[in-house]
């Protein structure tokens, strides 16, 4: 599975921006979809989860302005990221879990997101 995420940019404080990441290849072996973001010198860290049903886990500290959403059709993820902070700043990953293997994760590359003060 190959996973490509866009939408990043440069925002002001207070902003929003929308990410999107698409799957190819196995998709079929495509089970729950993820976001992680890794700021600058810091460690990467789980934004949150939808499972294959539309269920979504978020950290506490995104609850109420990140959403996450899924297009099984479009073997897509999305990310909708509101009243953003200058600490939200990071490069953003999508993840997909593998159905046959559980707990094994797929990664794509990352798209920078920029929150200016």
């Known amino acids: 599975v190959q996973l490509q995420a866009y939408g990043g940019g440069l925002v002001q404080a207070g902003g929003s921006l929308r990410l999107s990441c698409v799957g190819s290849?196995?998709?079929?072996?495509?089970?729950?979809m993820g976001w992680y973001r890794q700021p600058p010198g810091k460690e990467r860290e789980s934004v949150g989860v939808?499972?294959?049903?539309?269920?979504?886990h978020y950290v506490d500290s995104v609850k109420g302005r990140f959403t996450i959403s899924r297009d099984n059709a479009e073997n897509a993820v999305y990310l909708a990221v509101n009243n953003l902070k200058p600490e939200d700043t990071a490069v953003y990953y999508c993840?997909?879990?593998?159905?046959?293997?559980?707990?094994?994760?797929?990664w794509g590359q990352g798209t920078q997101v920029t929150v200016s003060s």
């Open positions: 290849g196995n998709i079929r072996d495509i089970n729950a």
């Open positions: 993840t997909a879990e593998s159905k046959r293997r559980i707990g094994v994760w797929y």
């Open positions: 939808i499972t294959s049903d539309g269920t979504t």
